[in-house]
Nanobody, 119 residues
Framework: QVQLVESGGGLVQPGGSLKLSCAAS????????VSWYRQAPGNQRELVAT???????NYADFVNGRFTMSRDISKNTVYLQMNSLKLEDTAVYYC?????????????WGQGTQVTVSS
């Protein structure tokens, strides 16, 4: 059974930084895409950043150069470095992956990690 586990969320002041991690475990044959989403209270879940196994990361317009998505293939882990955080970045951040586990591709979600930006 594939699992995605996020970590690194917390409380930070405006202008601060956080680094989120998403570690995948289980039987993974190939990862086609990994993405970070977020969902604020009362809002729909929205895409933050996404990357495929061959492309560099692409970001939502609201990121505006503040976030960087990276990966460590050897650890089956992706990261989201978030700098210059704003109040409106407060949300639960989710890791999502489309990967091949038992010969077919499926969509997996982590449980989410809370990011709160507050003074």
């Amino acid at each position: 059974q594939v699992q995605l586990v996020e970590s690194g969320g917390g409380l930070v002041q405006p202008g601060g930084s956080l680094k989120l991690s998403c570690a995948a475990s289980g039987r993974i044959v190939r990862v086609a895409r990994v993405s970070w989403y977020r969902q604020a209270p009362g809002n729909q879940r929205e895409l933050v950043a996404t990357m495929t196994d061959v492309d560099d990361a692409n970001y939502a317009d609201f990121v505006n150069g503040r976030f960087t998505m990276s990966r460590d293939i050897s650890k089956n882990t992706v990261y989201l470095q978030m700098n210059s955080l704003k109040l409106e970045d407060t949300a639960v951040y989710y890791c999502n992956s489309v990967l091949n586990s038992y010969g077919y591709y499926d969509n997996y979600w982590g449980q989410g990690t809370q990011v709160t930006v507050s003074s």
